[in-house]
């Protein structure tokens, strides 16, 4: 399975930052397995934003929960991350990833979102 991410890598603060994972190898249909998005910001570890199931049923960190969303669209064989009213603070690498339950088997490469006016 591979994992790519896609989207502006600048965001003015206040809006929305948008980024795709396009999945290749694999279907996101497929049971059992657990589409997520999470991030880095510089100097820190690694946060889980949240992920979005087989079923279709997204779950979120209690951190993001309030301006997040996560959506599918299954024809694509992609899922998507829309991050509401961002801030400097949301600046990070932002990674999808793939697995099992409690697992992230598969690696998206990362993409680098700045959030600057």
Do not use: H, M
């Not at 502006?8 to 249909?29: D, E, H, N, W, Y």
């Not at 049923?57 to 024809?75: L, M």
């Amino acid at each position: 399975v591979q994992l790519q991410e896609s989207g502006p890598g600048l965001v003015k603060p206040a809006q929305t930052l948008s980024l795709t994972c396009t999945v290749s190898g694999g279907s996101i249909t497929t049971n059992y397995y657990f589409w997520s998005w999470i991030r880095q910001p510089p100097g820190k570890g690694l946060e889980w934003i949240g992920y979005i199931a087989y079923s279709g049923n997204a779950y979120y960190s209690p951190s993001f929960k309030s301006r997040t969303s996560i959506s599918r669209d299954t024809s694509k064989n992609q899922f998507t991350l829309q991050l509401n009213s961002v801030t400097p603070e949301d600046t990070a690498v932002y990674y999808c990833a793939a697995g099992g339950p409690g697992s992230y088997d598969f690696w998206g490469q990362g993409t680098q979102v700045t959030v600057s006016s």
